[in-house]
């Protein structure tokens, strides 16, 4: 639970950039990108 949580609540959260894989043609490689968590305590 403890590993969930951080995951659900970081700051920033890691994102798969699904677009970005597709546009440079890296399927198979991931492109991540980084975004401000709403749900981080940070946020609230």
Known sequence: MRRDGRGLFDEPATHK???AMRLRGKRHEYV???V???LS???R
């Open 32 to 34: 991540t990108s980084e």
């Open 36 to 38: 401000s968590n709403p």
């Open 17 to 19: 950039a699904l677009t």
């Open 41 to 43: 305590p940070s946020n």
